[in-house]
C-alpha cells in the first residue's frame, strides 16, 4: 500500500522567503511523486514530477523538490516566494504496479504568502 | 484545446434525488478519472476508465455509477444522493506514453456538489 503525508496543513511566509512544503511517503515499490497545486476555484495542475530520473526535479514557477529515499521524502521548495504563490499544494504518489496510474494524493498544504 | 471542462460547476441537490456529472476532454486520452475532494483528506478516487466503453472502481465507489461510452466524455451519476456526497468532484484524464504510472493527469475546475 502506498500513502503520502503532508506535514502541516497551513504554512506561512513572507513575500520573498523562502517555501518549504514537506511531503513523506511510503510505498512497497520505487515510487513516482508528484507535486501539484490547485488555486482557489480551480482545478489541479502539475507542478512537478520525479520519475526515478534525476533527484533534484525542477518544475514550473521556480519550485523544485528533491527525492530523498533514505528519509523517503520528497519536499518542494522554492527560494524567494512571491504573493501568486498562494494556493493548497498536494503531493501525490503513483507506482503501486496498477494498470491505470492510480495517484494517492496527500491532505494537502494551504500556503499563504504575506506582503 | 479546452482541456478537461466539467459540467455544471455547481450544484444543490436534496437527500434521495439523481443527477449526472458530466466530465468532457478534448485532448484524445485513454485515460480518465473522477475524484472527490473534502477539508483534510485530499483527492481521493472514486471510479476510473482506461478507455471507451471500460470503466473500474477507485477507492470510494459506493453510491456512484459511471459510464463511458465515448473516449471523450465520462459521466458520474449519482443514483440517491446523500449528505455524504457533499464534496468537491475533480475529473481528470491522462494519455499512456511511455508508463501510465509515469503520465501527467490533466484536471477540470471541478464540481462543487450540496446535498441537503
Known amino acids: 500500500a502506498q500513502s503520502v503525508t503532508q506535514l502541516g496543513s497551513h504554512v506561512s511566509v513572507s513575500e520573498g522567503a523562502l517555501v518549504l512544503l514537506r511531503c513523506n511517503y511510503s510505498s512497497s515499490v520505487p515510487p513516482y511523486l508528484f507535486w501539484y497545486v490547485q488555486y482557489p476555484n480551480q482545478g489541479l495542475q502539475l507542478l512537478l514530477k520525479y520519475t526515478s530520473a534525476a533527484t533534484l526535479v525542477k518544475g514550473i514557477n521556480g519550485f523544485e523538490a528533491e527525492f530523498k529515499k533514505s528519509e523517503t521524502s520528497f519536499h518542494l521548495t522554492k527560494p524567494s516566494a512571491h504573493m501568486s504563490d498562494a494556493a493548497e499544494y498536494f503531493c501525490a504518489v503513483s507506482g503501486g504496479g496498477t494498470s491505470y496510474g492510480k495517484l494517492t494524493f496527500g491532505q494537502g498544504t494551504i500556503l499563504t504568502v504575506h506582503p | 484545446n479546452a482541456g478537461v471542462t466539467q459540467t455544471p460547476k455547481f450544484r444543490v441537490l436534496k437527500t434521495g434525488q439523481s443527477m449526472t456529472l458530466l466530465c468532457a476532454q478534448d485532448?484524445?486520452?485513454?485515460?480518465m478519472y473522477w475524484y472527490r475532494q473534502d477539508p483534510g483528506m485530499g483527492l481521493r478516487l472514486i471510479h476510473y476508465s482506461v478507455g471507451e466503453g471500460t470503466t473500474a472502481k477507485g477507492e470510494v465507489p459506493d453510491g456512484y455509477n459511471v459510464s463511458r461510452l465515448k473516449k471523450q466524455n465520462f459521466l458520474l451519476g449519482l443514483e440517491s444522493a446523500a449528505p455524504s456526497q457533499t464534496s468537491v468532484y475533480f475529473c481528470a484524464s491522462s494519455y499512456f506514453y511511455r508508463s501510465v504510472e509515469t503520465d501527467t493527469q490533466y484536471f477540470g475546475p471541478g464540481t462543487r456538489l450540496t446535498v441537503l
Open positions: 485532448m484524445n486520452h485513454e485515460y
